[in-house]
């Protein structure tokens, strides 16, 4: 993932080098050069860098404010809410940009010192943040390890870290009740069943039937939560899974990146009409299946729409486990019909506990593993 993709047109790549060697020199990562790897074209490599980038620099030339693909990169930009764009020659931005307030760099030395540049990164700070020192990744205490016959097998490590809940910076199809983003600290490594639980795990629980490499589905609360004591473990708290489920990349949309497709999930209009077997996606960066699309998750919280907004803003908070009463629980991840707003990382759905449905399934969490 990138902090910046600068877009820009051939001639501008001298400047673009340059404001990509000091933007890097202020801690941000930067994607700017359109060298291909072999196997790869053009549209890929390109789309891939824009899905990652948390702000899309565009910069505006009697050349750029020409070029199709600059277009399509500052539309993107401003559909996500994470353009910067900035003058680097006294030209006026292409229509439907010209409303934006632009950085002014046409008189700029190149100099990291000077105003303009200080005002470009006090832009991009405003959107992302100011760079973060590097944290080595937290190792777990011991190997993962899976018992072959058990129905406690297929659970992966998740380490212990900080990291941000709630709706990203920019997302316009945020809820007010994915807001506010907050900092949340999970004090102690767990391990997280990698897919949702199966038809044919849950057989050997409560000798149901169906689809055995199918999410279970039709099930209530009780019964998931149930299930997860049975099998050793617990049902994962709202945090916990929102942490699991980024696998690392809180500043994206999706487990993944910022864009959907169904290549990347079960929603509606796929090729399933229905669940699709666990692991038919590819896992996210943590080696979890399914934490979008295909299954909603019943989690062990209450839901509040306003719990986000009690949580301090300064500090993260250890260990959250959502309010201590309600009506209704929390779910995540989206199902196979549903469209992919409802399948962002930070979306919240509210069922009552006590009745099933064909869309909700869940997966177990464990604190230990023998």
Request: with cysteine; glycine share 8%.
């Amino acid at each position: 993932m990138s902090d910046v993709f600068i877009s820009y047109a051939r001639p501008d790549r001298p400047r673009a080098q340059l404001l990509a060697r000091h933007l890097e020199a202020q801690g941000w990562t930067v994607w700017w050069d359109w060298k291909i790897p072999a196997g790869k074209t053009f549209r890929q490599v390109i789309q891939a860098a824009l899905d990652d980038a948390r702000c899309i620099l565009v910069l505006w030339s009697a050349q750029s404010i020409n070029r199709k693909w600059v277009l399509e990169e500052a539309d993107e930009g401003e559909d996500r809410g994470i353009l910067v764009p900035a003058l680097i020659e006294n030209v006026r931005p292409p229509i439907g940009h010209r409303s934006t307030q632009a950085a002014d760099l046409i008189a700029w030395d190149g100099q990291p010192a000077a105003p303009a540049f200080a005002a470009l990164c006090m832009d991009i700070a405003a959107l992302i943040g100011r760079p973060q020192p590097e944290k080595p990744p937290a190792q777990p205490t011991r190997a993962p390890q899976t018992v072959a016959t058990s129905p406690k097998d297929g659970y992966v490590w998740i380490p212990p870290d900080e990291f941000w809940m709630g709706a990203v910076p920019g997302d316009r199809k945020a809820h007010d009740f994915e807001k506010r983003r907050h900092r949340v600290r999970i004090t102690k490594g767990f391990w997280m069943s990698e897919t949702p639980v199966t038809v044919a795990e849950y057989r050997r629980f409560a000798k149901t039937s169906g689809k055995p490499d199918h999410p279970v589905v039709g099930v209530t609360w009780d019964e998931a939560k149930a299930y997860c004591e049975w099998a050793g473990g617990r049902l994962p708290t709202e945090a916990e899974w929102e942490y699991a489920a980024r696998g690392g990349k809180d500043r994206a949309k999706y487990p993944w990146g910022n864009q959907i497709t169904p290549e990347n999930a079960n929603y509606t209009g796929s090729k399933w009409k229905g669940t699709s077997p666990v692991k038919a996606y590819p896992p996210n960066n943590w080696g979890l299946y399914d934490m979008a699309g295909n299954v909603w998750e019943w989690l062990a919280d209450w839901f509040d729409e306003h719990y986000y907004q009690t949580q301090p803003a300064d500090k993260p908070v250890d260990d959250p486990r959502g309010p201590q009463e309600g009506t209704v629980r929390v779910l995540r991840g989206g199902s196979f019909n549903y469209v992919p707003r409802y399948l962002r990382a930070s979306y919240r759905l509210r069922y009552l506990p006590v009745f099933p449905n064909d869309r909700f399934g869940f997966r177990c969490v464990r604190e230990v593993f023998p």
